[in-house]
């Protein structure tokens, strides 16, 4: 399993804009695809976002498309999750997470995940 650290969660007022940032150990970062999840109290683990092996192709959840860009960088074993026009509802702890397909997508099976990050959005 590859280990993976979120960082950049933190308080926001409606309408800023935040950039989440995960960190990967191991050797093979490249091969895998990546996906952000995101959980708030009460409710269900989300898919986020999701980017492949390459960046060459990107998925989003409806209610962040537009808003919410992922993106990735190899050579830095390092994934992120621009997110802009926050509202009190993406308020979550979210997870970055890792998947052997290569291709991060939302019904993929990521096997790695990191410990979270919280972010609050307040109105």
């Known amino acids: 399993q590859v280990q993976l650290v979120e960082s950049g969660g933190g308080l926001v007022q409606a309408g800023g804009s935040l950039r989440l940032s995960c960190s990967a150990s191991?050797?093979?970062?490249?091969?895998?695809?990546m996906g952000w999840f995101r959980q708030a109290p009460g409710k269900e683990r989300e898919f986020v976002a999701g980017i492949n092996w390459s960046g060459g192709s990107t998925y989003y959840a409806d209610s962040v498309k537009g808003r919410f860009t992922i993106s990735r960088d190899n050579a830095k074993n390092t994934v992120y999750l621009e997110m802009n026009s926050l509202q009190p509802e993406d308020s979550a702890v979210y997870y970055c997470a890792a998947d052997s397909t290569g291709r991060g997508h939302p019904v993929a099976y990521f096997h790695s995940w990191g410990q979270g990050t919280q972010v609050t959005v307040s109105s």
């Open positions: 191991g050797r093979t970062f490249s091969v895998y695809g």
